[in-house]
Antibody, heavy 120, light 105 residues
């Protein structure tokens, strides 16, 4: 069974750095047919793609957030980590990680999401 | 940057056909997929590669993609289909549409 699970702080202060971890099971981060994405959703708003990372360590970022994001992976730990610097209250959202199969182009398995609130 | 545009809301009567559109420049040249999201839940993939259904997705869900528009069609819409629907494409980066709230009246 393929699962992804997000973890990280529930509350961060403005200007702080957010670090989120996605722990995957049921597939390997070295699988060349798959990549792991981060997506967020502010309360009552639409999904917003943030970044993804492939098995060969190739990375892509949202154009609007590129300067604030870093994605990395630890294949041995089956973890994908997203850091976002300089957090602001507008970054309050549920953050999801999801697997995408490269040939099919769809995110077929999603984590349950983790809610992050940015407030002083 | 690439953008996908969806209508904010669509209403349909039970048993009727619902169509949700997703527009983007030369979208037909890319693969489109669709997600269903119910309140408090993670999104679920319902269509990938324009028209394919993942295992477990009912046959009443179908998709098409041509020109600048991808369409999600739900035939014989049921109350359980009431949800937000998002299209997604992969240009140089991944892009989501703004979402469509489907109301089954």
């Amino acid at each position: 069974q393929v699962t992804l699970k997000e973890s990280g702080p529930v509350l961060v202060k403005p200007t702080e750095t957010l670090t989120l971890t996605c722990t995957v099971s049921g597939f390997s981060l070295s699988n060349a047919r798959m990549a792991v994405n981060w997506i967020r959703q502010p309360p009552g708003k639409a999904l917003e793609w943030l970044a993804h990372i492939f098995s060969n360590d190739e990375k892509s970022y949202s154009t609007s957030l590129k300067s604030r994001l870093t994605i990395s992976k630890d294949t041995s730990k089956s973890q994908v980590v997203l850091t976002m610097i300089n957090m602001d209250p507008v970054d309050t959202a549920t953050y999801y990680c999801a697997r995408i199969t490269i040939l099919e182009g769809g995110m077929d398995v999603w984590g349950q999401g983790t809610t992050v609130t940015v407030s002083s | 940057s690439y953008e996908l545009t969806q209508p904010p809301s669509v209403s349909v009567s039970p048993g009727q056909t619902a169509s949700i559109t997703c527009s983007g420049d030369k979208l037909g040249d890319k693969y489109a997929c669709w997600y269903q999201q119910k309140p408090g839940q993670s999104p679920v993939l319902v269509i990938y590669q324009d028209r394919k259904r993942p295992s477990g997705i009912p046959e009443r869900f179908s998709g098409s993609n041509s020109g600048n528009t991808a369409t999600l069609t739900i035939s014989g819409t049921q109350a359980v289909d009431e949800a937000d629907y998002y299209c997604q494409a992969w240009d140089s980066i991944v892009v989501f549409g703004g979402g469509t709230k489907l109301t089954v009246l």
